[in-house]
T-cell receptor, first 115, second 112 residues
């Protein structure tokens, strides 16, 4: 089974709808992240959480909100979706810094289309 | 502003060729640099991580180099294979456990 899972994998919605993207991980990591990827722009950080009680805005948080329901679950919401939020969304986790591996582990992505 | 740039955006080579992907970063005070591979529908996988004190890292046919002073890294792929076809992303962090700043990626196609 995958260590980081995202649901749904694909979603088409209409402008103004509320959308929730979910992420679950079995790696036991405290740190979780949400990114979006647009063609030609790489990945940009939306929100991140270093533990259940910690939520931080990233580079492009406007129009998004998050909820950290448990260590293993981190959800991203679009309160009122707009077409320029059409993108590929990735969830990631990472272990505490300073360990043997200082990297992030990514889910397979959710392709969101807002019409 | 801390930015990461990757050139070229896309590259197509015949099988068996050696190739180099480039990454540059505007602020040279990085903590580490990573190269990721992205396959459609499968997310990103970390290939190599270079700490700021290191000059290169190797894994199989992959070799990543780092020149902090010039703000550059290269990913060398030897004897390319069709299975190497993917998008390769470079990312830097500026402190331990810090946020990743990604380049735009290079889409590699290796033709049989």
């Amino acid at each position: 089974d995958a260590d980081v899972t995202q649901t749904p994998r694909n979603r088409i919605t209409k402008t103004g709808k509320r959308i929730m993207l979910e992420c679950s991980q079995t790696k036991g990591h405290d740190r979780m992240y949400w990114y979006r990827q647009d063609p030609g722009l790489g990945l940009r950080l939306i929100y991140y959480s270093f533990d259940v009680k910690d939520i931080n805005k990233g580079e492009i948080s406007d129009g998004y909100s998050v909820s950290r329901q448990a260590q293993a679950k981190f959800s991203l919401s679009l309160e009122s979706a707009i077409p320029n939020q059409t993108a590929l969304y990735f969830c990631a986790t990472s272990p505490p810094p300073g360990g043997r591996t200082d990297t992030q582990y990514f889910g397979p992505g959710t392709r969101l289309t807002v019409l | 502003k801390q930015e990461v740039t990757q050139i070229p955006a896309a590259l197509s080579v015949p099988e068996g060729e050696n190739l180099v992907l480039n990454c540059s970063f505007t602020d040279s005070a990085i903590y580490n640099l990573q190269w990721f591979r992205q396959d459609p529908g499968k997310g990103l996988t970390s290939l190599l991580l270079i700490q700021s004190s290191q000059r290169e890292q190797t894994s199989g046919r992959l070799n990543a180099s780092l020149d902090k002073s010039s703000g550059r890294s290269t990913l060398y792929i030897a004897a390319s294979q069709p299975g190497d076809s993917a998008t390769y992303l470079c990312a830097v962090t500026y402190n331990q456990g810090g946020k990743l700043i990604f380049g735009q990626g290079t889409e590699l196609s290796v033709k049989p």
